[in-house]
Nanobody, 122 residues
């Protein structure tokens, strides 16, 4: 599966953005999907995940209550609604197919795509 994230941009603290991730391939609906982010000089970190059916969602503590992940399997698209953005949310955001492990969510089979830059000004 090939993935392309979009919707990033520059926003003031407290603002909102909605990221989209379009997937190619007819097997999209069979994958759990997730979002990761990487800030300059930092390691990539998990942000959110959603099960293949959309029935369950998971979030990093740092975004819980502010971000919402959803998906539309008919459109092969996963979304990340980001509200109450903070400067520390500034990063490149990536979507990926994910798998649950004993230590958390990890990228599955190296299925992740080009990211989108989110910059939050103070």
């Amino acid at each position: 599966v090939q993935l392309q994230a979009s919707g990033g941009g520059l926003v003031q603290a407290g603002g909102s953005l909605r990221l989209s991730c379009a997937a190619s391939g007819h097997t999209f609906s069979s994958y759990h999907m997730g979002w990761f982010r990487q800030a300059p000089g930092k390691e990539r970190e998990f942000v959110a995940a959603i099960t293949w059916s959309g029935g369950l969602t998971y979030y990093a503590d740092s975004v819980k209550g502010r971000f919402n992940v959803s998906r539309d399997n008919a459109k092969n698209t996963v979304y990340l609604q980001m509200n109450s953005l903070k400067p520390e949310d500034t990063a490149v955001y990536y979507c990926a197919a994910v798998k649950a492990t004993s230590t958390g969510w990890e990228i599955f089979n190296d299925y992740w795509g080009q990211g989108t830059q989110v910059t939050v000004s103070s």
